[in-house]
């Protein structure tokens, strides 16, 4: 797994119409993109989805759009023969990677002003921005799987 994407495919027999299943797939997926705020657009087998962070004049839900965490990605079909599909996605996690660094810069800079000790401050950091990533990539990596999930 790279640092900036999250991946992940699964294979599925079809003992139906092959095409019918699949624009069906594309369907459902959409609509749970949709619900799940993010724009989306269809090419050939491919639904490639963007969710765009909004300003709004509560400021409370404007800290809440900045901590989204699954922002942009894809979700490709492709044939493998004539009864089985393979379902490939991909979330980009380049928004996670600079949440989880900030989050333990900030840590890090109270350890120090607390400790005194730089390299007491500086391990505190890698640590709490290490947790903060992986406990991250847990979330994205279940609500993406939840979206494809859905439309099997």
């Given at each position: 797994m790279s640092f900036l994407k999250y991946s992940n495919t699964a294979e599925k027999t079809i003992h139906v119409n092959l095409?019918?299943?699949?624009?069906?797939?594309?369907?459902?997926i959409q609509e749970r993109l949709r619900n799940f705020e993010a724009q989306s657009?269809?090419?050939?087998?491919?639904?490639?989805?963007?969710?765009?962070?909004?300003?709004?004049?509560h400021s409370g839900q404007n800290k809440i759009e900045a901590m989204k965490l699954v922002r942009e990605g894809l979700i490709?079909?492709?044939?493998?023969?004539?009864?089985?599909?393979?379902?490939?996605?991909?979330?980009?996690?380049?928004?996670?990677?600079?949440?989880?660094?900030?989050?333990?810069?900030v840590i890090g800079l109270l350890a120090l002003f607390a400790s005194s000790m730089i390299l007491?401050?500086?391990?505190?950091?890698?640590?709490?921005s290490s947790i903060m990533y992986f406990i991250g990539c847990s979330i994205v990596k279940s609500q993406i799987d939840k979206i494809v999930a859905t439309g099997h």
């Open positions: 095409d019918l299943y699949i624009d069906s797939f594309k369907n459902k657009e269809i090419q050939n087998d491919t639904i490639t989805f963007k969710r765009m962070v909004r300003n709004t004049t490709r079909i492709e044939r493998v023969d004539t009864t089985k599909i393979r379902i490939v996605w991909e979330v980009k996690l380049d928004a996670l990677l600079f949440l989880s660094i900030s989050v333990g810069l007491i401050s500086m391990l505190i950091e890698l640590l709490f």
